[in-house]
Structures are given as structure tokens and as C-alpha cells.
């Protein structure tokens, strides 16, 4: 250990250069472009990142791999189930065997495959989507509005997407940094404060194209506290941009290159929540006489649509996430009692997920005991769960960059009661049932009105609503039940693509949800009192084939005897 001189002088030396730091000049305007497989700068101070390419690895030597022996146990007093705890075993197996030596050479703002080896294949962008993939992403996006009615009317089109800022939860600490779906999709690019032009070449037809990056510029001063950014190097040599400017010249750039209709330009007006500081600029110079209709066109739907459609790749990683999310929920399961609060079962989920690889979960969880079931986004997680109730979680995951969305519905004490059986089991043939029109051809809407006629039958049958009802009294009488669209589309958001309407055509490569319940407040007074209180959900991950359905949430259990099975487990352990 070094004495504590050493420390404090260290300290003092630290102080010095930080502060000499701030003093530095910002960054002026920098360019850098790619020519003929080549990249140039404008500054001769800042070399090009062309290494970022290179293998990073001295060798395949490894390290000894060592765990620890004194693991700490959950608090004597917290009534979770002790195999939850982070054990010997558990953690052995997920520790990696050899451990690549890296050498000093800088890394980006986000993993690539020479510094995240472990994450990431060669050419990969991020994992397991290849910057092959991306481009032909861009490619399909120009083909596609190049087609619209409004598209062929020009020979030159521009596409202008923003990335997300960071956002500040209180002084200076941040939100874990989410990015904006869209840009992503396109980029691959994962840091805050960046936009992207995608513009058709001057004389070559589609799909060729250029592609502008505008991004942060490498700040010695911020990167101290922060880490690396890609900077504008980067952005070519690694992302495959065709040139890159500081994210301080959209606006110029845009003006110099776009204005006076020279070129049909897009762009989402009326997203003024992806990056409200960036759109109040852009929009302020979109205003003027040197960009009109119709030269501009709003994006609109346009990009959404192609996300509707999950590539082989996409799939892939989608089953991963629901399978991440289908083991934690039998993992809560498990660890679901009497007594305990709900939040618990929220910290579980979140520990289960995150150690099995999603680094995010996909939305705040509902995880609801008893009354609170019959609250459709109830999140405070709060209270403490009951002998006799009905716990109804719903939560997912995000697995780079693709989320799953599960609900199930389990006795607290393991086993139903025969009212909440029978109610449970309507759910679940409802939900059966809608799962077998998952197919090419019928839409969300037409799935939805399914629902709606099976449950009045089953609500029907059991006396809740009365019969001989025409449709629109069918339809207002179920909706008292279940209020909620049978589903929604799923992606790299738990809402994906809200812009689709939900009554297009289903196609092979979709990926939906389907999720009927029932919800049974206390003062629905003309319900028998036996039932009153009970709220329930089942909700699955479905991706269209042309073979027909397939639930990528099947791991997690939903049939009565098979959870009861599981649950029992907790007896005997």
C-alpha cells in the first residue's frame, strides 16, 4: 500500500491537472470525411482512429479466473429464498474461463469486439447485429421514402434523425442513458447528443448513399470523469459514416446543404420529446422561406414500418430476452410468500435479468398482490403480499437492445382458490385462443375483437353480464371487465413502432403481445362478492411465421397445475 504521503501528493497533483484542464479552448468546428476508402481531417492535431480496426489482443494467454469464497448471505431476517443468493456455483458459471489481455489502445463511448471480445463478433456494431446489417437498414429506408407518392417527385432526398441527450434526474446525476430507438436502429450508436443524415449521392442511383454523423468531439477534460466518446473519428472508422461534424454544426450543415429545395427533406416535426433542444433549433431554421412544402415532408410512419419486421438476427436476440425474463419470473415465483413486500419481488426480477446478461429492464415493473391487480400501471410496489392473494406481475427485459413484456398471475400461498381458478382459467383459454390467430394476414385489431366475443361468452356463462346483447352493448360490457387493446407490437421498445396502426395485416417477422385479463374491483357490487378484488393477466411474447405462432415467453409457466407444481417447490427446499 502506498504511504499516505504518496496518496495526498497524488491528490494534489490530480487537483492541479484537473484544473489545468478546464482551462483548455473548447473545441472549434472539425470535419472529417472518408475519401475513396480512405480517411482525411481538417485537423492535423487529431489523428484518425484507424487502430480501432486493428486486433487489440498481445496474445491469447489468459489470466486465472478466481471466485470468491465469502460470498455474503441475504440478511437472516429478509424471508427470500437463500438459493436466490449470489452462490459459488451460480456466480463460477457465469465467470468467463480465459480472459483476453487487452492492451492500452483507447476504446469508443460504447463496447466494440476489440475491447468487448466477450460481447461482440467481429464486425459487429452492437451485439449481434453487424454494421452489414445496418447499412442495409439505411439502404431500405431511402428505397422506402425515395417510393412514396411525395418521394418521387424529387431525385435528391435528405432523411435528418436525432439522437437522445442525456436527462438529469436531480443536480448533476444523471438517468441511465437510454437512446432514441430510430437512431439507433440505423446507427448502431449508443452515446447522448448525436444526429444522423442519410442523404442520396449527387450521381450515383439508390441504394448508394452518404451517410453524416454529428457527434460529441473527443474532451479530454470530460473524459476523465466520463470515459471515452467515439468522437468524430470514430464515427467513420468504426460506424461506417461517409463524414462526421460536431453535433454544435446540425443546423449550419443542414442549411448550407438543404436549403432552397434542392433536396426533399425529412424529418419527424412534430417529435419534440426525442431531443426538445436539438428539434427547437432545427425547427426554428425548418421555419423559414428556404424550406417548404412540399421539399418537406415529415417522416412520419416511414422508419417504424421497417422495424415492424425483425430480421433472423433481431430474432435471436428477442428469444434471448424473453427467455431471460420467462426463467426470472419462475425464479420470483419461487421466491413469492406470504409476508413479503412487493418491492422485494421487483429486486429479484431486476437481479435475475441483469445477471443473466439484459443490462436494462424494459419498463418499471408492476408486481401487484390482492386489490392492487385491479390497477392497470400500478408501480409503486409497495405493499406487502397476503395469504390468499393473487400476485400479478408484469415486467421485461432488455437484451441489447430488444425487450421482452411477460405477465403472469400465481397464488401468493401456492395454490388458488376456486374462484380465482375459474377466473384464472377463462383468462388463459381467452389468451389461448387469441394466440391461434397469430398469423400472417389477421391483424392485432381483428385478434382484439376475438377477445372481446370469447370473454362476453365466457362473462356470459358465468352470469356476469347478461345475455342477448347486440355487439355494441357486448363490446361495452366487456370493456368494464377488460378495458385494455388485446396487444401491442414488440421490439426495441415495449410500445413498439407506435405509429403503426394496430389494424394492418400481421407478416412473418412481426413480434406482438397478446395479454386479456380480467379486473374485478371491490365495489363492482353487481359480481358476486366471492370474486370481488381479483385482478388477472397473462401475457405472452408472439412472433409471426409463415408456420403460424410461436411464443417466445414459452419458458414461463402459465398453465394452473404447472405453476401450483412450481410453487410447491418451495416446500421442499
Same mark, same amino acid.
Given at each position: 500500500?502506498?504511504?499516505?504521503?504518496?496518496?495526498?501528493?497524488?491528490?494534489?497533483?490530480?487537483?492541479? *491537472?484537473?484544473?489545468?484542464?478546464?482551462?483548455?479552448?473548447?473545441?472549434?468546428?472539425?470535419?472529417?470525411?472518408?475519401?475513396?476508402?480512405?480517411?482525411?481531417?481538417?485537423?492535423?492535431?487529431?489523428?484518425?482512429?484507424?487502430?480501432?480496426?486493428?486486433?487489440?489482443?498481445?496474445?491469447?494467454?489468459?489470466?486465472? !479466473?478466481?471466485?470468491?469464497?465469502?460470498?455474503?448471505?441475504?440478511?437472516?431476517?429478509?424471508?427470500?429464498?437463500?438459493?436466490? &443468493? $449470489?452462490?459459488?456455483?451460480?456466480?463460477?458459471?457465469?465467470?468467463? &474461463?480465459?480472459?483476453?489481455?487487452?492492451?492500452?489502445?483507447?476504446?469508443?463511448?460504447? @463496447?466494440?469486439?476489440?475491447?468487448? @471480445?466477450?460481447?461482440?463478433?467481429?464486425?459487429? /456494431?452492437?451485439?449481434?447485429?453487424?454494421?452489414?446489417?445496418?447499412?442495409?437498414?439505411?439502404?431500405?429506408?431511402?428505397?422506402?421514402?425515395?417510393?412514396?407518392?411525395?418521394?418521387?417527385?424529387?431525385?435528391?432526398?435528405?432523411?435528418?434523425?436525432?439522437?437522445? @441527450?442525456?436527462?438529469?434526474?436531480?443536480?448533476?446525476?444523471?438517468?441511465?442513458?437510454?437512446?432514441?430507438?430510430?437512431?439507433?436502429?440505423?446507427?448502431?450508436?449508443?452515446?447522448?447528443?448525436?444526429?444522423?443524415?442519410?442523404?442520396?449521392?449527387?450521381?450515383?442511383?439508390?441504394?448508394?448513399?452518404?451517410? /453524416?454523423?454529428?457527434?460529441?468531439?473527443?474532451?479530454?477534460?470530460?473524459?476523465?470523469?466520463?470515459?471515452?466518446?467515439?468522437?468524430?473519428?470514430?464515427?467513420?472508422?468504426?460506424?461506417?459514416?461517409?463524414?462526421?461534424? $460536431?453535433?454544435?454544426?446540425?443546423?449550419?450543415?443542414?442549411? +448550407?446543404?438543404?436549403? #432552397?429545395?434542392?433536396?426533399?427533406?425529412?424529418?419527424?416535426?412534430?417529435?419534440?420529446?426525442?431531443?426538445?433542444?436539438?428539434?427547437?433549433?432545427?425547427?426554428?431554421?425548418?421555419?423559414?422561406?428556404?424550406?417548404?412544402? $412540399?421539399? *418537406?415532408?415529415?417522416?412520419?410512419?416511414?422508419?417504424?414500418?421497417?422495424?415492424?419486421?425483425?430480421?433472423?438476427?433481431?430474432?435471436?436476440?428477442?428469444?434471448?430476452?424473453?427467455?431471460?425474463?420467462?426463467?426470472?419470473?419462475?425464479?420470483?415465483?419461487?421466491?413469492?410468500?406470504?409476508?413479503?413486500?412487493?418491492?422485494?419481488?421487483?429486486?429479484?426480477?431486476?437481479?435475475?435479468?441483469?445477471?443473466?446478461?439484459?443490462?436494462?429492464?424494459?419498463?418499471?415493473?408492476?408486481? &401487484?398482490?390482492?386489490?392492487?391487480?385491479?390497477?392497470?400501471?400500478?408501480?409503486?410496489?409497495?405493499?406487502?403480499?397476503?395469504?390468499?392473494?393473487?400476485?400479478?406481475?408484469?415486467?421485461?427485459?432488455?437484451?441489447?437492445?430488444?425487450?421482452?413484456?411477460?405477465?403472469?398471475?400465481?397464488?401468493?400461498?401456492?395454490?388458488?382458490? *376456486?374462484?380465482?381458478?375459474?377466473?384464472?382459467?377463462?383468462?388463459?383459454?381467452?389468451?389461448?385462443?387469441?394466440?391461434?390467430?397469430?398469423?400472417?394476414? !389477421?391483424?392485432?385489431?381483428?385478434?382484439?375483437?376475438?377477445?372481446?366475443?370469447?370473454? #362476453?361468452? +365466457?362473462?356470459?356463462?358465468?352470469?356476469?353480464?347478461?345475455?342477448?346483447?347486440?355487439?355494441?352493448?357486448?363490446?361495452?360490457?366487456?370493456?368494464?371487465?377488460?378495458?385494455?387493446?388485446?396487444?401491442?407490437?414488440?421490439?426495441?421498445?415495449?410500445?413498439?413502432?407506435?405509429?403503426?396502426?394496430?389494424?394492418? $395485416?400481421?407478416?412473418?417477422?412481426?413480434?406482438?403481445?397478446?395479454?386479456?385479463?380480467?379486473?374485478?374491483?371491490?365495489?363492482?357490487?353487481? !359480481?358476486?362478492?366471492?370474486?370481488?378484488?381479483?385482478?388477472?393477466?397473462?401475457?405472452?411474447?408472439?412472433?409471426?411465421?409463415?408456420?403460424?405462432?410461436?411464443?417466445?415467453?414459452?419458458?414461463?409457466?402459465?398453465?394452473?397445475?404447472?405453476?401450483?407444481?412450481?410453487?410447491?417447490?418451495?416446500?421442499?427446499?
Amino acid at each position: 500500500m502506498a504511504p499516505l504521503q504518496s496518496i495526498m501528493g497524488w491528490l494534489r497533483v490530480r487537483e492541479h *491537472l484537473v484544473s489545468g484542464f478546464l482551462a483548455f479552448p473548447s473545441y472549434t468546428r472539425h470535419v472529417v470525411r472518408r475519401s475513396k476508402g480512405s480517411i482525411s481531417t481538417t485537423d492535423a492535431n487529431h489523428t484518425i482512429a484507424n487502430s480501432l480496426a486493428k486486433d487489440i489482443f498481445d496474445d491469447t494467454s489468459t489470466v486465472p !479466473v478466481e471466485v470468491s469464497q465469502d460470498i455474503e448471505r441475504p440478511h437472516k431476517d429478509i424471508a427470500i429464498d437463500s438459493t436466490l &443468493a $449470489p452462490t459459488d456455483s451460480r456466480l463460477e458459471s457465469l465467470c468467463h &474461463a480465459k480472459i483476453p489481455k487487452l492492451t492500452s489502445r483507447r476504446g469508443i463511448g460504447q @463496447p466494440t469486439p476489440e475491447t468487448h @471480445p466477450h460481447l461482440l463478433g467481429q464486425l459487429q /456494431i452492437t451485439p449481434g447485429i453487424s454494421k452489414f446489417e445496418f447499412k442495409e437498414r439505411r439502404r431500405r429506408m431511402l428505397r422506402l421514402i425515395s417510393n412514396t407518392a411525395a418521394g418521387k417527385k424529387f431525385d435528391k432526398h435528405a432523411i435528418i434523425i436525432l439522437g437522445s @441527450p442525456m436527462k438529469i434526474m436531480s443536480g448533476d446525476i444523471p438517468y441511465p442513458f437510454h437512446q432514441n430507438s430510430d437512431f439507433l436502429y440505423l446507427t448502431g450508436f449508443k452515446e447522448p447528443d448525436a444526429a444522423l443524415i442519410l442523404e442520396t449521392k449527387e450521381n450515383d442511383p439508390l441504394p448508394d448513399h452518404n451517410m /453524416i454523423m454529428f457527434v460529441k468531439p473527443r474532451d479530454p477534460r470530460r473524459e476523465i470523469w466520463d470515459g471515452p466518446v467515439s468522437g468524430l473519428d470514430a464515427a467513420i472508422s468504426f460506424f461506417g459514416a461517409s463524414e462526421s461534424y $460536431p453535433i454544435s454544426s446540425l443546423s449550419s450543415i443542414i442549411n +448550407e446543404r438543404y436549403g #432552397g429545395n434542392r433536396h426533399c427533406l425529412w424529418y419527424n416535426l412534430a417529435d419534440n420529446t426525442t431531443n426538445p433542444r436539438l428539434h427547437s433549433e432545427i425547427m426554428n431554421l425548418l421555419n423559414t422561406k428556404k424550406f417548404q412544402y $412540399p421539399a *418537406l415532408q415529415s417522416l412520419g410512419h416511414n422508419l417504424q414500418i421497417l422495424r415492424m419486421i425483425k430480421s433472423n438476427q433481431e430474432i435471436e436476440l428477442m428469444k434471448k430476452s424473453a427467455n431471460i425474463a420467462s426463467n426470472a419470473f419462475s425464479r420470483v415465483m419461487l421466491s413469492s410468500r406470504p409476508g413479503l413486500e412487493e418491492h422485494i419481488l421487483h429486486a429479484i426480477f431486476e437481479y435475475e435479468c441483469k445477471i443473466h446478461g439484459a443490462q436494462l429492464l424494459a419498463f418499471p415493473p408492476v408486481v &401487484a398482490s390482492g386489490l392492487s391487480a385491479n390497477t392497470l400501471h400500478y408501480i409503486s410496489n409497495a405493499h406487502i403480499a397476503r395469504d390468499g392473494d393473487l400476485m400479478l406481475m408484469d415486467a421485461g427485459c432488455e437484451y441489447n437492445g430488444y425487450v421482452s413484456d411477460i405477465t403472469r398471475t400465481w397464488p401468493v400461498n401456492g395454490k388458488f382458490t *376456486l374462484e380465482q381458478k375459474e377466473l384464472y382459467e377463462i383468462v388463459l383459454r381467452v389468451q389461448m385462443k387469441c394466440i391461434e390467430l397469430c398469423k400472417v394476414g !389477421v391483424s392485432l385489431d381483428e385478434i382484439h375483437q376475438q377477445m372481446i366475443s370469447t370473454l #362476453g361468452i +365466457e362473462l356470459q356463462n358465468i352470469g356476469f353480464i347478461p345475455e342477448n346483447l347486440t355487439e355494441r352493448e357486448l363490446r361495452k360490457a366487456v370493456a368494464e371487465f377488460c378495458p385494455h387493446h388485446v396487444g401491442h407490437y414488440l421490439g426495441m421498445d415495449t410500445h413498439d413502432t407506435p405509429l403503426i396502426h394496430r389494424g394492418i $395485416p400481421l407478416q412473418s417477422g412481426m413480434v406482438i403481445t397478446i395479454e386479456p385479463g380480467i379486473y374485478i374491483p371491490k365495489n363492482m357490487y353487481h !359480481v358476486p362478492e366471492k370474486f370481488r378484488g381479483i385482478g388477472i393477466r397473462i401475457e405472452d411474447d408472439i412472433l409471426i411465421t409463415d408456420n403460424g405462432p410461436y411464443v417466445l415467453s414459452g419458458d414461463c409457466p402459465k398453465q394452473v397445475q404447472d405453476i401450483e407444481d412450481l410453487l410447491m417447490l418451495r416446500k421442499t427446499r
